[in-house]
Each structure stands twice: as C-alpha cells, then as structure tokens.
C-alpha cells in the first residue's frame, strides 16, 4: 500500500521536470550560438575600442640620442648606429643632444657624411645650458639640418691641432688650418649659414654663445630652446631644407619618444678614452709586465699588464697625447727598477719618481679642462706607481740574495745525523735533508753524532761533526 501511494508521485514529479531540463539545454545551446556568432565581432570591437585607447601607436616615432664624450671612432659608431636605425624605422626626426669638447677630424667627417646621407632629418641641440659643443663638435653642430643651442652653451674653437699634442711646425699648421676651414666653409654654404664665422671659428678659434650664433646675420644656428621638450614644440611644422635641397615639414604632435643609449661596449670603449683612465691603465700595464719579467711564468701579471697597456694605447690613439711625456713615464719606471739593484742611495729612485712626475704633466698638452689631468691626480698615481715597483723590486732582490733550498746548493751546510760510525777517511750513512746518504769524513763520527754538510759529490757527501760547546750555542769546527 505504501508503495503504490509512493510510485504516482515519483511520476509525476519526474514528468515536471523534463520539460524545464528541456527547455533549459534549448535556451543553452541557442545561447551558444549566440556566443559563438558574436564573438569575432566582440573582439573586433575590443581590437577598434584599444587602438584608439593608444593613439601612440600612430604617432610620429622621434629618436634621441645623447652624445658627452670625445669625437672619436666609438661616439662615431654610436651616431652612426642611431641614423641607421632612425631610417630603417622611417622616423620623423632624430635628435643628437650633443656636449662635447672636441675630437678627431676623421671621426667627425665620418659623422657629418651620414648625416648628410640621413633619410630621416637630424638636429643636433648643444644642451643643457652650461655645456658647449667645441671644435669637433662644431663642425657637426652646422652640418646637422637643423641647429639648436640651449641657453647658456656656446660652440666654436674649431682650430686643429696635433694628434700628438705636439706642436706643428708652420706649413704643416697652415695645411691643416686651411683644409679644416675649407670644410667648415662648405658645410656652412650648403646649410645656408653664416660662412665667415665658421671660418674664424677654425682659422682664429672664434667662440660663439648661443645669442651670438643666433643673432648673426646669416645665423650659425637655427633656434634657442630651453630644454627638450621646447625644442620639439618650436620644431613642430617647421620646414627642413635638405642637404640636396628638397624641403619636408616635420610633423610631430605628440610624438612617440625612442631614447637609444650606448651599447655596453660602446661605454667601455669611450670611458676608456678618458684622460685619467688611460693613464690608471697605462701605469698598470707597465707594472703588470714588470712583474711578469721579475717572475717568469707567472703569467695573470704578463696577462693583465698586455691588456691594460693596449687599451691605454688604444686611448692614446684618441687623446692628444706628447710621446716625449710618455718616454720620461717608461724612463722614470727604469729608474726605479735600477735604484733596487744598484746602490745609489735613493738618487736613481728620486730621479725616477722626478721623470714619472714630469711626464704625465707633459703627457696630455690640450687647454681643454676635460682633457687635464690636475696635480693631484698625477702626484698620487705616480708615487702610489713609485712605491709599489720600489716595493716590489725590493722584494726580487731579497729572495735573489736568500740561500739555495733545493740542488746541490741547497745541500751544503745542512746539518744532519750520523746513522753509522764513520771512521777518518772511511764511509758511513748520515741522515739530513729527511734522507739517508752515503758520506764520508776527514775525522772519526760515531753513530748518533750532529754532522754537517760540506760538500756534495752526485749521491755522495762530505760531513764535518757539528759541535755545540756547553752551556753555549751551537757552532760549526
């Protein structure tokens, strides 16, 4: 009876819910139609909603690049990187903040051809206020399609010198003048700029402030700008006349800002060309193999020192260096080497730290603050290289004069004890040096005496009896 009861509800609640199961997948699946039909509108949609969210994606790319160091193959290279990459990417424009003192002809040739050669138009901006763009850094700064300065800067002082830092003679003087004038004239001409203050600037090593370079009539520069946000706004829709005489209106509103540096080695490289650092590495190299020559095989010191005086070498190649300078460094380090093994009482030590001294005042001749080295430094460096070489060869004379541990050498006057009698002109064994050899002697030993070494003869000694007095120190008979 409670069974039957039992069974017509069970069925019918089961026939109440198949049609909501039913209806329920229907609605599902007409959903996931839905789903699948508007989902390639939907992330359209996304897609058009996130690319107008970056209106950067469109914008006008500008490069910028700064450039505080010498003018020489590695800030050449960097330049020259940063005006390939700019065209590849078919930038707008390329900015170059430019500080530096000056550089190699050569360098800044190889420069101002590429960006002559740019697809993309370069500016060169001389900035912040406080700095300058000298000599080299001035015939880049008129070859550029445009020029601008920041308040406070100046450029100019474009006269050559020696890539030794010694003087030229007459001819030669007049020859490189002329030829870097000849340059900085039709750089000039060709950018519609103000050719006979780029003249003086090479010929009579005229400085132009910004003022002075803008107001000229025709100007050395293009525009003053405070900083680098100012310098693009006042660039925004200006007309740009070509090096081959097209013109182009740079368009760039909101611009997309690509900032490259100098590749890790590209830094290395031109920290190296650093007036101090070349000398910390040339005083290391010299000391590095003066090591490796007092200790034969040695090797780490013969390494480092080749590395460090190549690279001081390298630097060399850049700076404005005087060999004479150089010379007096590699005299006075002789000096030194020779005061440890000759006995002059200091002279030779004096004279050698005197021409170490005078050297590196000679070594770099520039009237650039950034190329000097100050008397501080080279006082410090000098004697810290004296001491240490004085200290060193000290030290190789010592163990040059420490008696023999090892040969024939280190055998004689070794103490040792007899193992057997020994009688006048006879043979026995003595033990010495932690071995037993055959020995003989001039007088009679008994087993357990204290005898010495006299003499080696191949595997065989000569002994003497080792006496020691009583109540005194030991001595030899």
């Not at 700029?193 to 132009?208: G, H, I, W």
């Not at 000759?342 to 590196?360: C, D, E, F, N, W």
């Not at 004379?397 to 009698?421: F, H, K, L, N, Y």
């Not at 064994?429 to 071995?435: A, D, F, N, P």
Request: proline fraction near 5%; charge should be negative.
């Amino acid at each position: 009876m409670f069974v039957d009861s039992i069974h017509p509800l069970r069925y019918r609640t089961t026939s109440g819910i198949l049609p909501i199961v039913m209806s329920l997948l229907l609605v599902h699946r007409r959903a996931s139609l839905a789903v699948f039909w508007l989902t390639p509108a939907l992330i359209t949609t996304a897609l058009l909603v996130a690319e107008q969210d970056n209106p950067s994606r469109d914008a006008p790319v500008v490069y910028a690049a700064e450039v505080e160091a010498l003018i020489h193959p590695v800030s050449a290279e960097y330049i020259v990187q940063t005006l390939d990459r700019a065209d590849a990417e078919e930038a707008e424009l390329v900015v170059l903040t430019l500080r530096t003192p000056g550089g190699l002809v050569d360098s800044t040739r190889t420069i101002n051809a590429r960006i002559i050669e740019s697809k993309t138009p370069v500016v060169i901006y001389v900035g912040p206020g406080g700095t300058r763009a000298a000599s080299a850094g001035f015939l880049i700064t008129i070859a550029a399609d445009i020029a601008a300065m920041a308040p406070g800067t100046h450029i100019g002082a474009a006269h050559p010198v020696s890539g030794t830092g010694a003087a030229m003679d007459e001819t030669m003087a007049e020859k490189a003048a002329s030829d870097v004038a000849a340059y900085a004239r039709s750089l000039a001409s060709r950018r519609n700029r103000n050719v006979d203050l780029a003249e003086k600037a090479v010929t009579e090593s005229q400085s132009f402030t910004e003022e002075e370079a803008f107001d000229a009539e025709p100007p050395l520069i293009d525009l003053i700008a405070s900083d680098f946000e100012d310098l693009l706004v006042q660039l925004h829709e200006r007309e740009v006349v070509r090096w081959d005489g097209t013109t182009t209106v740079l368009n760039i509103a909101n611009p997309r800002i690509e900032r490259l540096s100098m590749s890790w080695r590209q830094q290395v490289l031109s920290a190296i060309a650093h007036p101090q650092l070349a000398v910390l590495l040339f005083s290391l190299g010299t000391l590095g193999l003066t090591i490796e020559l007092w200790n034969p095989g040695a090797m780490v010191p013969g390494i480092v020192g080749g590395v460090c005086l190549l690279l001081a070498f390298f630097a060399f190649q850049i700076l404005p260096i005087n060999y004479v300078g150089l010379l007096l460094i590699l005299f006075g380090v002789v000096l030194l080497v020779l005061e440890m093994v000759t006995p002059t009482y200091g002279l030779l030590g004096t004279g050698g730290i005197v021409s170490m001294v005078l050297g590196a005042v000679m070594l770099i001749d520039s009237p650039a603050p950034e190329f000097q080295l100050g008397m501080p430094f080279i006082l410090a460096t000098m004697l810290a290289l004296g001491l240490i070489t004085g200290g060193l060869s000290r030290l190789a004379v010592r163990a040059q004069r420490t008696s023999a541990v090892t040969g024939v050498s280190g055998m004689v006057d070794q103490i040792g004890q007899a193992v057997e009698p020994i009688s006048v002109g006879g043979a026995g064994l003595v033990s010495t040096h932690g071995e037993i050899w055959s020995a003989t002697a001039d007088e009679a030993i008994v087993a357990g005496d204290k005898v010495r070494v006299v003499a080696v003869d191949g595997l065989h000694l000569t002994v003497r009896r080792f006496v020691r007095p009583n109540g005194g120190s030991e001595t030899w008979t």
